[in-house]
């Protein structure tokens, strides 16, 4: 079946559960799969920087994706992110990422080193050829990766290979994004990155988001997103402020750490985060949990 676009709401680059020695825990991916698809979720990102994807092994990283495809079982896309520091771990995660039955690979520029445009679109070049047709979205976040994707390399690369089919953006430039949204007839595909800007996104014309807030709070940001296609401008206004308070407390608390605090709270035990990430206190995770209820956002247990 051909590669369907993303064309509408939010994408959900989901936490990878651990168990209380640091090893991956795969029985607890389909409960939390199944969970965000209950809430809305229009399609599954693992492994990327919510995910905590760079700091697994080649092997953790195959296991998580396979997981994650077989408890998702074509219900929604699955994306999974597949970059790496170099190019050849990149071509080897992306092309297991296509073996598994996933619907598309994500590939952030290469971290650490600061690479020229001209290196960079060497990279992404032999990545996409290497995918043999197999669809890639370009992931740009400078903050974290120190290498940004520029609007005029994302249009080359599109209109060069048909299989690169998107751009998630979480640099907060939205011009950027605005300047590659009609990229192939308008099929390419563009995701917000950053969470305060979902609503601002979209008004501009973007498709979707990438929210790592949607792991924890998935009725707010499918809110944001349903509310605004409803024309409810008003609603989605409303979401979009209860985001930034709550995604606010919950970067206060350790960002990683608590939002798996937030998700045991809500019924998924999904353990602690791979050091060297320091593992919040339950004394914090508790008073982030207050300050979460104080802003009414919904805890329930799934």
Known sequence: ??????????????????????????????????????????????????GEGPLFSTDERKAVAAATVEAVAGRVPVIVHTGAMTTAETIK?????????????????????????AALEMHYRAILEAADGFPVWLYNLPKFANNN????????????????????????????????????????????????????????????????????????VAGIHNSFHAGDLARAQTLQKQLKAASDVIGSAGWLTAVKGVLAERGLPVGGVRPPMLRASDEAIRACIAQLRALRVDLSSV
């Open 149 to 220: 994707l520029s609007a005029a390399l994302v249009t080359r690369l599109a209109r060069d290979y048909d299989n690169c089919v998107g751009l998630k953006d979480s640099s907060g430039d939205l011009m950027t994004m605005c300047a590659v949204n009609q990229l192939q007839g308008g099929r390419f595909n563009t995701a917000i990155g950053p969470d305060n800007l979902i609503l601002a996104g979209l008004a501009m014309g973007l498709d979707c988001s990438v929210s790592g807030n949607s792991n924890h709070f998935p009725e707010i």
């Open 1 to 50: 079946m051909p590669y369907q676009p993303i064309k509408r709401g939010v994408i959900c680059p989901t936490i990878t559960p651990l168990k209380p020695n640091g090893d991956i825990n795969p029985d607890m991916i389909r409960p939390l799969v199944d969970f965000l698809i209950d809430k809305g979720v229009a399609g599954i990102y693992p492994l990327g920087s919510t």
């Open 93 to 117: 995660l992306t092309r297991h990422a296509h073996s598994i039955g996933a619907d598309a690979a994500s590939v952030i520029t290469p971290w650490y080193f600061l690479h020229s445009e």
